[in-house]
């Protein structure tokens, strides 16, 4: 009886159900639910992680195509203030799995946070460009790029990722647990990295580059054709997500050897080090 009573509502709610499906991003539902794991214990984290990631995109993408679209200097200027306020407004975030990984292997944050903060960074990237897509069309601006690569490059493309994230970690371990600038550390750290990242993307341009799996893959759901399709093939997910993912990995391992102080995955402790303990204390202090 009841069956009977609900079965003429039935094909109206699955149109409601579709139409509310329809407006999240394919993926976002479940990114927002990984943000939820251990009774919302990394809730905080992910929050930051999205956040940073929409405003990481806006700050940085609108430079060569919002401003400084004929001028590479202002471009260039742009970037590098884009890098800084993204990480200033959205709380110092990773908003890179590349990074996110890398501090897991250092063991800075436990399997689970990382995973968290990843899903945080992936659902900010879903929302982010098409967002951003909607404001140039508002406004009559340049839409926003996004990585790509051709496919008969694929050995050249994944080299280039895989050696400009290890570049990249080794830039975020040295400025920020390498030098010290004194009262003015945060804005100088900030723009040497940001002029880092520049270099970076000049020095390797085969794929994109994305120098981060996450712009690559969300800017392909969006941006690719507009499918609101995630790749079906796995050369992607070669060079975008497995050569900066081994690249954070091996860059972790390397910083590990040359520092001493912390363990691979938080549980292994290398038998080589370059720095002495007296030295590694030093640095502590």
């Known amino acids: 009886m009841i069956a009977s009573i609900l079965k003429p509502h039935i094909p109206a709610a699955k149109i409601l159900f579709d139409e509310g499906v329809a407006l999240f991003q394919p993926g976002l ?16 984290a992910y929050v930051r992680e999205f956040i940073g990631t929409i405003l990481m995109v806006g700050f940085t993408f609108s ?3 919002w401003i400084g679209q004929d001028d590479v200097m202002v471009a260039w200027s742009v970037h590098s203030v884009g890098v800084i306020l993204a990480d200033y407004f959205g709380g110092g975030q990773h908003v890179n799995p590349a990074v996110t990984v890398s501090m897991w292997a250092l063991g800075k944050c436990t399997y689970t946070e990382a995973f968290v903060r990843i ?44 050696f400009a ?7 975020i371990y040295i400025l920020n647990w390498e030098f010290n600038f004194g009262s003015y550390h945060y804005i100088i750290k900030q723009f040497l990295t940001a002029v880092a990242i520049r270099a970076l993307i ?3 341009p085969t794929a994109g580059p994305a120098m ?6 969300a800017w392909y759901v969006f941006g690719v054709g507009n499918k609101y399709e995630y ?9 975008y997500w497995f ?35 007296k030295e590694t204390k030093a640095k502590k202090d």
């Not at 981060?212 to 893959?217: G, Y």
Request: some cysteine; aromatic content about 16%; overall charge negative.
């Open 212 to 217: 981060n799996p996450m712009l690559a893959t």
């Open 29 to 44: 539902i479940l990114s927002v639910a990984a943000g939820c794991v251990e009774h919302r214990k990394y809730w905080s």
């Open 119 to 162: 899903a945080g960074q992936m659902g900010g990237g879903l929302v982010a460009f098409p967002l951003f897509q909607y404001a140039s069309e508002q406004f009559n601006l340049t839409p926003f790029g996004g990585p790509e690569f051709s496919q008969e490059n694929d050995v050249d493309a994944f080299l280039s990722e895989f």
């Open 165 to 171: 994230s290890f570049l990249l970690m080794w830039v």
């Open 231 to 239: 790749p079906n093939d796995a050369v992607h997910y070669f060079v």
């Open 63 to 65: 430079a060569g195509k």
């Open 202 to 204: 000049e020095a390797f």
């Open 243 to 277: 050569g900066p993912f081994l690249a954070g990995i091996l860059a972790a391992i390397t910083y590990i050897i040359f520092d001493g102080s912390d363990k691979l995955f938080g549980i292994i402790k290398l038998p080589i080090t370059i720095r002495s303990k």
